[in-house]
C-alpha cells in the first residue's frame, strides 16, 4: 500500500513557476513508476509526466514538455514536479500517482496508475 501527499500548489502569474512535491508512505517508493497528473474543471483528467523508479526514463505530455520537470528523490520518498512558464490553461488540481511495483512500464494511461494522492490546487492568473 502506498500513501501520496501532494503539496506546493497555490495562486501565480502567468510566466511564473511552482514546484509541486507529493510525500509517499510505505518501503516501496523506490520502485514504484511515479505519474503527475491534472483536472481541470469540467474536463476529464489527463497525463502531465511521469518517471521511472530509478529516474532514469522520463515522459512528458507534449502540453507541458520544455516548460515542466518531473524528478524524484528516493532517499526521501518524495516526487516532485517543477512547473516553468506556467500559462493560464495550466490551471487545475494536480495529482500524483503510482503504479503498483511490478509494472516498470512509464505510461501515460491514468488506468495504470492504483495508488492517487488527494490533489493540489495550481492556479495561473492572466
Known amino acids: 500500500q502506498v500513501q501520496l501527499v501532494e503539496s506546493g500548489g497555490g495562486l501565480v502569474q502567468t510566466g511564473g513557476s511552482l514546484r509541486l512535491s507529493c510525500a509517499a508512505s510505505?518501503?516501496?517508493?523506490?520502485?514504484?513508476?511515479m505519474g503527475w497528473f491534472r483536472q481541470a474543471p469540467g474536463k476529464e483528467r489527463e497525463f502531465v509526466a511521469a518517471?521511472?523508479?530509478?529516474?532514469?526514463?522520463?515522459h512528458y505530455a507534449d502540453s507541458v514538455k520544455g516548460r515542466f520537470t518531473i524528478s524524484r528523490d528516493n532517499a526521501k520518498n518524495t516526487v516532485y514536479l517543477q512547473m516553468n512558464s506556467l500559462k493560464p490553461e495550466d490551471t487545475a488540481v494536480y495529482y500524483c500517482?503510482?503504479?503498483?511495483?511490478?509494472?516498470?512500464?512509464?505510461?501515460?494511461?491514468?488506468?495504470?496508475?492504483?495508488?492517487w494522492g488527494q490533489g493540489t490546487q495550481v492556479t495561473v492568473s492572466s
Open positions: 500517482a503510482a503504479r503498483r511495483t511490478q509494472y516498470w512500464l512509464v505510461t501515460a494511461s491514468k488506468n495504470e496508475y492504483e495508488y
Open positions: 518517471l521511472s523508479s530509478s529516474g532514469g526514463n522520463t
Open positions: 510505505g518501503r516501496t517508493f523506490s520502485r514504484n513508476v
